[in-house]
């Protein structure tokens, strides 16, 4: 079974600071995808990084896949109350289907 | 955003009584899913379906079923409810497996008591 743990589980901060969370698994994933859900609402894309060592930036928001394809970070530069959410990362596991990590709780306090 | 609606949005029903959750798509999107989310374990596959009368099991799909006559609407029938099946559950679609984008709905947020 293909299984993601995300880090941390949570997080607080003050608007202004910077984070990163992470995506790990002992498993090769052919693609990583990264979703953000606001309280009260379903997950919403924000990217899929699909070569190793690819870096993809939107805006404050840059995210990397590991060299190895097994791991991946989301960095939040100068965090903003609008970016308090839950990041999800997810991938294709067996048959195809996505598999989610449990997530990481950002709560950012102005 | 996607058309993707789910209704009701919320249910309050009492152990062993059957539920029906509702998943409706504009998109015309071949791939419908359901999932379930809980505190501690994320978002988990109940079931999905890759087409008209073409479903296939997920992760948790025990004490679920669905049923997908048209391409638009996905069901998810719980038939005799339990406590334990008390979660918020979402449904989702996209254009095929694998790394497309997956488009969730609004939720809902079942009550078993």
């Known amino acids: 079974t293909q299984l993601l743990e995300q880090s941390p589980q949570f997080l607080s901060i003050q608007e202004g600071e910077n984070l990163t969370v992470y995506c790990n698994s002992s498993s090769v994933f052919s693609s990583l995808q990264w979703y953000r859900q606001e309280p009260g609402e379903g997950p919403v894309l924000l990217v899929t990084?699909?070569?190793?060592?690819e870096v993809k930036k939107l805006k404050r928001l840059t995210f990397q896949f590991g060299d190895a394809r097994k791991d991946s970070s989301l960095h939040i530069t100068a965090a903003q109350p609008g970016d308090t959410g839950l990041y999800l990362c997810a991938g294709p596991g067996p048959s195809e289907k996505l598999v989610f990590g449990k997530g990481t709780k950002l709560t950012v306090n102005p | 955003d996607a058309g993707i609606t789910q209704s009701p949005r919320h249910k309050v029903t009492e152990t062993g009584t059957p539920v029906t959750l509702r998943c409706h798509q504009t998109?015309?999107?071949?791939?419908m899913y359901w999932y379930r989310q809980d505190p501690g374990h994320g978002l988990r596959l109940i079931h999905y379906s890759y087409g008209v009368k073409d479903t296939d099991k997920g992760e948790v799909s025990d004490g679920y079923s669905v049923s997908r006559s048209k391409t638009e609407d996905f069901l998810l029938t719980l038939e005799s409810a339990t406590s334990s099946q008390t979660s918020v559950y979402f449904c989702a679609i996209s254009g095929w497996l694998g790394e497309d984008e997956q488009f969730f709905g609004p939720g809902t947020r079942l009550t078993v008591l």
């Open positions: 990084v699909v070569t190793g060592g």
């Open positions: 998109e015309n999107h071949r791939y």
